[in-house]
């Protein structure tokens, strides 16, 4: 062919290029190409062809019968690359990717939880089961089982691991209790019998009775020597600690050296014990778990104490304010609302670096196996705490967005909190919400389909989505103060201050156990009926 009819045949071409774009842009950028036959003078072979054109995308529903430019596909699509017009037959599908089979390989790979059969029909609209098994067949894309249905992941088992977990939480959790019945009382001798028998085992620095006399110090608020009296004078807790006579009973300088020598690792082992009981009877318990942190102020006798820093192991701190003293941390199951591992820190360390230590004592003492994720609030957002409790705990960490981190992540923030108070209860997985959000405002932040971006908002949204679960860590730390004293701190010793600290855990859930033990299901969140 010389270079005048190959000339002659492009530029045939471009003028059949200029005329399909000239169509399009006059009738609302897409038509179909009978509409395309009949309102233009291109000749049907191109038509026909007009997929191979480097200039248009055909849609991948409809048998590919409508026709868009790139350019406008480009512009219009969503930040995962979709554009969806209406047309005389519904909904005409277009993607970047521009074939079905990129389209669901690209899916399968980029989206953060995944791809199933019924995701790709309703995204593509059209059925996309054969495409995606020939797919996984010819191992471009990973097929694997997850609770009875097939979901594609990425190829790279670290990648498709990753996704697997994240589908764990794509839909909102309940595991709101049923009503609590009226159970009646439970009884002090009662929970006193049930923390000796956990502690025999695990108390060795002092004797389970002793132990055993300070959890229920701690609903009482005594002094020792007010312990001693209580212990002299009541026949039921004398006999539930095996002291046959009054004259029995430790002196409160006993009781308080006991205090002194008790370890709060000990009590941990307790706490452990007493938790794993309850949580085995449990439905949805070791599903979510909640991590939060509370201030408690130090016991000083004077302001000048306070001032110079006297109080052994704490420290001025921001936490609702300014605070002199220290910073309690919890692990929450979500479900029981058990506080299943405590830890304390100095008024000033900050929550993300107090973060590590707790999941660790967490891991080393319970079976997470089922764990679908850990929430938290803003404060504990990082990327380090995020892959840390991946890699530690295999599951994801959903926090709030910290604003303070970026100004894009503010904006994003308030973005998805108006989304949730005006479409919530219409938003049943986290694609429901980034179809939601502007697409602008993404585009603008360079978050794209499978990006760090994307991942970190859809993570954002997920913490929304779950944020319900997170309430029940705030009514642990308020049975916390309000019931076991967690707040009124007497002591200055640092070794002291946590043996009070995890007394205060220790107390509330032996009060769980005792009700469950004792057939009490109404009473086993809250020792309000304890007497």
Partial sequence: ?????????????????????????????????????????????????????????????????????????????????????????????????????????????????????????????????????????????????????????????????????????DQPTDVTPDDPADDGYLYRDELVATFLSVAVSQIQSITPERAAALVLRQFEGDSFDALERRLRRNHSFREALEYTEPEDVPDGTSLWRAFDELQPEELRDCLQSMCCELLADHDHAGEFVVIDGTHIAAWANTREEIENGDVEGASWGKHEGSFYGYKVYLVVDAASELPVAITMETGKRNDTAAFEPLIEDFDERYDTDDLQAALADAGFDSQGNREFCQDRLDCPLLTAINPRRSSPLATIKEEIKELFEEHGEEIESPYDALERLPQNLLSEYGVEAGSVEETYIFQAIKERMHRHLRAGVERVFSRLKSFTGLDRVRARKENNVETHVVLSAVALVAASLTAQRHDKPGLIRSPSRLI
């Fill in 1 to 169: 062919m010389s270079n005048t009819e190959s000339d002659t045949d492009q530029n045939t071409v471009d003028s059949h290029k200029t005329a399909v774009r000239e169509y399009l842009r006059t009738h609302g950028e897409v038509a179909s190409k009978q509409e395309l036959r009949a309102g233009t003078d291109v000749p049907a072979w191109y038509i026909t062809q007009i997929a191979a054109q480097d200039a248009f995308y055909t849609s991948l529903n409809h048998n590919s019968e409508y026709v868009a430019s790139k350019h406008v596909v480009g512009h219009r699509s969503t930040h995962d690359g979709f554009w969806r017009p209406e047309v005389d037959d519904g909904q005409a599908v277009f993607h970047r990717k521009e074939t079905t089979k990129a389209t669901l390989k690209h899916l399968a790979f980029c989206r953060p939880s995944g791809l199933t059969a019924p995701e790709a029909n309703d995204l593509l609209g059209r059925r996309c089961y054969r495409p995606l098994q020939k797919l996984a067949d010819q191992g471009e894309v990973h097929a694997a089982d997850w609770e009875d249905t097939t979901v594609y992941a990425h190829s790279w088992p670290s990648r498709r691991d990753d996704q697997l977990t994240q589908r764990e939480t």
